[in-house]
């Protein structure tokens, strides 16, 4: 621990791990979706939920490399609940196969976790014609979340237990100073890749943002976050060498994986939480984000253009 690192309101910090922001929680009778659960934080989120009781769907690209990490999850914890279902987010036709089969098996679902991603790759379109990183990153999730709301929303009518959403952003959002470029989405000759990945977090929490307020004006019991995981030491990590964990400031800077899932696994799960929507939260606590991230018109703007893109209803 850094010597000026201070806890939050909540009791928690930098620091804190995911077991430790979950000691305690009870999570039996819950079900999670989890994207991108075969590796780094989206792995320790399947862990730490099933540790907790919570009956965890991971959603993978690669069902082996999912199913190896179920294995080490069952051999840590034999009484672990987890299933393994394909889900691509480059492709919109993954995620209904998804979403349809998921709902055809009759399960609740209390929690979706909306983790996976990609960091600045080269620029690629997707099958649906659609730049690759974007859709990954925000499109697919948006989707996601559209087919799932209705399943969503009579879990926890039924249930009378809060729902829960949460998308997984980035402090990078902060970099998006020319907003969303909606008009450039799609162009090659002037895709930049990092910015294109400070633009899809943004995407994510201006998503989270109206998607709150729609929930909010239905009156439905489920709420919807964003979370900033924190500089973590994943495989992301390769594009940023000088923080190769071995040095003090990199001590200071990087988190390791089970820090990294905590604010995720905070958001999913802790009762302090509990009716807080709309929130952008950092370190396990709320934090600050951007006058775009905040900006309730260019919510609007974003989900229509989310909706025009993937024909959602």
């Known amino acids: ?95 209904r196969n998804f979403a349809s089969e998921f709902k055809s098996l009759g399960f609740p679902l209390n929690l979706l976790i909306n983790n996976a991603g990609v960091f600045a790759p080269p620029f690629m379109l997707s099958p649906d014609n659609i730049d690759l990183q974007f859709q990954t990153n925000h499109l697919g999730h948006f989707l996601l979340t559209n087919l799932l709301l209705e399943t969503m929303k009579s879990t926890a009518l039924q249930s009378h237990k809060e729902g829960r959403i949460l998308t997984v952003s980035s402090g990078s959002h902060w970099f998006a100073f020319r907003g969303i470029q909606f008009d450039r989405i799609n ?50 990590m390769r594009y940023i060498s000088f923080l190769d964990g071995s040095s003090t400031i990199s001590s200071c800077l990087v988190k390791n994986t089970s820090q990294g899932a905590a604010t995720t696994c905070y958001v999913a799960m802790h009762p302090q939480v509990k009716g807080l929507s709309g929130e952008y939260f950092a370190d396990c606590n709320i934090a600050n984000s951007s006058s775009l991230a905040k900006d309730a018109e260019l919510a609007k703007k974003m989900w229509d253009f989310s909706l025009s893109l993937t024909d959602a209803k």
């Open 187 to 236: 162009d090659e000759s002037r895709y930049n890749r990092i910015y294109g990945y400070v633009q899809s977090k943004l995407a994510n929490i201006l998503h989270a943002k109206e998607l709150a307020k729609r929930l909010k004006e239905e009156g439905v019991e489920i709420t919807a976050n964003s979370v900033h995981p924190g500089c973590v030491n994943t495989n992301i």
């Open 1 to 95: 621990m850094c010597f000026f690192e201070r806890k939050g309101p909540s009791g928690f910090s930098k620091s804190s791990t995911a077991e430790e922001v979950t000691q305690g929680i009870d999570g039996t009778g819950l079900t999670a979706i989890v994207t991108g659960a075969s590796s780094g934080i989206g792995r320790e989120t399947t862990r730490v939920l099933a540790l907790r009781g919570v009956h965890v769907v991971m959603a993978v690209r690669n069902t082996d490399s999912g199913r190896k990490v179920k294995e080490a999850i069952l051999e840590e914890n034999p009484n672990a609940k987890i299933d393994v279902k394909e889900l691509d987010l480059g492709s919109l036709a993954s995620v």
